[in-house]
């Protein structure tokens, strides 16, 4: 007796329809695979299970059987991502940014560790927070996980400008100085500009201190030449999403380009945190589509971030102009893919977020600095990664930026936004 999918299928179908034909997505942390991505998505290796590395002559890795295949097809994904990153390392099994996050933390850190790292409201992500996998990890067993400014705290946070859009370099530096962490993170979830990588990481190499790089949300941008090279400009680890700016399956990298000396102390902590810390079976479906995306990055990918780049820059000007406040104007609004904007006089983040969907304009609400509440921030994080990928430019985000400007107050332009949408459903860059 065959199963009844039918309304199963019309659900998946409506949210196809909605999301890539009449919506406009501005999720900074989605994007939408190419047809040659998830063509080779759906295959045997979605119920296959493949522990370990890719085995090798005359060496089992594996702690499975009947891998050959998927052997392959790990050890193409690893090399060409080394080859477009320029790094000298890679581990393709995380399956997310988080979970590369957290094969650093299970695989480096310990109870008591002390780390600094950008907080929340200064766009860090939750991971890195007290709740998240790092607090998690430095807490040390029923004892409560200490903030603040002083030698006993374990989790330290990186002094910003007065805009609260940048790290402070110096004053970084002078606090690595005094409480010499176990490890310092930047990155973030609301990321415009680029952090002072090569100024701190110079800093914690002459104090044996790694800088751990979450490029999640700019992992595209740096494939494609924009926004900064951590790896190169001295981080021990660059961890990242592969399904953001750049736009490939849910799952997570982690890139390193070690000296000798380095690889033996840092190295093998990602690797035991990937497996069996923070993983085990890696979603191996998701693996080939990888490597397609990896192959795409590289024929397409600087046209690609490039464009992303000067489309959130466009976006961020038109709305300024019409009187919707866009943060760090003073900046140029943003480097990256993103733009922040205040709506706390309309209502806040949360009840604009909810009267954009109603006219199909999809973002999230986010905090902004000076946020002291997450359920209520004064914020919209915008990002661009995903409509430039279906060809929108300078002139869409002109008018992508009067709907937004009228939608934020309230009126409905849902008819509007259809019709804008209806002419960018072509995907470009594949």
Not at 384 to 403: C, H, I, K, N, Y
Request: net charge negative; charged share 20%.
């Amino acid at each position: 007796m065959t199963v009844d999918t039918h309304d199963i299928e019309n659900i998946v179908a409506q949210q196809e329809t909605w999301r890539q034909t009449q919506t406009i997505n501005l999720i900074a942390s989605e994007n939408t695979p190419s047809d040659a991505v998830r063509k080779v998505q759906c295959s045997d290796f979605m119920g296959r299970y493949a522990e370990g590395h890719p085995n090798e002559p005359g060496k089992v890795n594996r702690y499975y059987q009947g891998t050959k295949y998927i052997d392959q097809i790990e050890r193409m994904a690893h090399d060409e991502i080394c080859e477009l990153f320029l790094a000298q390392q890679a581990d393709v099994r995380p399956i997310s940014g988080n979970a590369a996050n957290t094969a650093i933390a299970l695989g480096y850190l310990r109870g008591g560790d002390t780390v600094v790292c950008n907080s929340t409201d200064a766009g860090g992500h939750i991971s890195h927070g007290p709740v998240g996998v790092i607090g998690r990890r430095i807490q040390n067993r029923g004892q409560v996980l200490k903030l603040g400014t002083d030698k006993s705290v374990h989790l330290h946070y990186l002094p910003l400008t007065e805009d609260h859009y940048h790290v402070d370099a110096q004053k970084t530096i002078e606090l690595i100085d005094q409480i010499s962490p176990q490890l310092v993170i930047m990155g973030k979830s609301l990321f415009l500009f680029p952090e002072p990588v090569t100024e701190v990481a110079a800093f914690c190499k002459s104090k044996g201190i790694p800088l751990l790089y979450d490029g999640a949300h700019v992992l595209g941008l740096i494939a494609g030449g924009q926004f900064q090279d951590p790896l190169h400009e001295g981080a021990t680890w660059l961890t990242g999403s592969t399904h953001k700016t750049f736009p490939g399956p849910q799952r997570g990298v982690i890139l390193g380009n070690l000296d000798a000396e380095g690889e033996k102390k840092y190295w093998p902590a990602a690797d035991r945190g990937v497996f069996p810390g923070s993983s085990s079976n890696h979603h191996l479906h998701t693996l080939p589509a990888l490597l397609v995306a990896i192959r795409e990055m590289k024929q397409y990918g600087r046209d690609y971030a490039a464009q992303i780049v000067r489309n959130a820059q466009a976006l961020g000007h038109a709305l300024d102009e019409l009187g919707t406040q866009v943060e760090a104007r003073e900046f140029g609004y943003t480097r990256s893919h993103m733009i922040a904007v205040n709506v706390a006089g309309w209502g806040g983040g949360v009840e604009v977020a909810k009267r954009l969907e109603e006219s199909d304009i999809i973002l999230n609400y986010n905090m902004l600095p000076g946020d002291s509440d997450p359920r209520n921030p004064s914020g919209l994080r915008i990002g661009v990664s995903e409509m430039t990928r279906f060809g929108m430019d300078e002139q869409a985000m002109g008018e992508l930026a009067q709907l937004l400007h009228e939608a934020v107050r309230g009126k409905s332009v849902k008819e509007q936004v259809n019709a804008l949408r209806g002419r960018f459903t072509e995907m470009k860059y594949v």
